[in-house]
């Protein structure tokens, strides 16, 4: 079961609402995304702007799950907002595919993507939850000025925890390229 990653496109708008579902815990607490409109900031209109980055993996054709980045500012009111220039994470992998490692690989290969264009990402995570252990295996360290609080979704106390990403060049398929050599 090897996972494939295809960037998400602002016109796979419905990827990324069905994914968020699982990313906020939706299914967990029995809520819907029309119950809760603060969640709109994390993917309305996603991929219309530079400040949205993010991929979603398929297994034997079928959506297995999604990794997704989005610069918001202070106004938005977001669990795990650090600054205007560090973009929040979320990701969801669909019940049947979690376990498999799929998870692990779609936020190693977004760390590649976005070490491009950001120095850190932020994630919100329920303080006493799993998911904290899964974040610092990936490098993700507590927030220095993380307060704890309430998550708008159920109202459990979470954290903000960062990563500081690894500076990498944006390399183009046409770099190096040189059309004399274009048959070789």
């Not at 994914?19 to 709109?40: F, G, I, Q």
């Not at 995570?125 to 990936?138: G, I, K, L, N, T």
Request: charge should be negative; glycine fraction near 8%; hydrophobic fraction near 40%.
């Amino acid at each position: 079961m090897k996972p494939i990653f295809y960037f998400l496109r602002s016109s796979e708008q419905k990827i990324l609402t069905d994914m968020l579902h699982y990313a906020m815990r939706l299914d967990d607490v029995k809520k819907s995304l029309t119950e809760l409109p603060n969640l709109s900031i994390y993917h309305e209109f996603y991929g219309f702007t530079s400040k949205d980055l993010g991929l979603y993996a398929l297994v034997d054709n079928q959506l297995s799950g999604a990794v997704w980045i989005r610069r918001l500012n202070g106004d938005h009111g977001s669990n795990g907002y650090i600054d205007d220039n560090t973009p929040i994470l979320n990701i969801a992998v669909l019940p049947e595919f979690r376990g498999k490692g799929i998870g692990s690989q779609m936020i190693e290969q977004l760390f590649i993507e976005a070490g491009a264009l950001y120095e850190n990402i932020s994630v919100s995570v329920v303080q006493d939850s799993p998911a904290v252990h899964f974040y610092e295996r990936h490098g993700f360290v507590l927030h220095d000025k993380s307060i704890v609080e309430q998550s708008f979704v159920d109202g459990k106390y979470v954290i903000t925890l960062i990563k500081k990403l690894q500076k990498a060049a944006v390399i183009r398929p046409s770099d190096g390229y040189d059309p004399r050599r274009w048959m070789d």
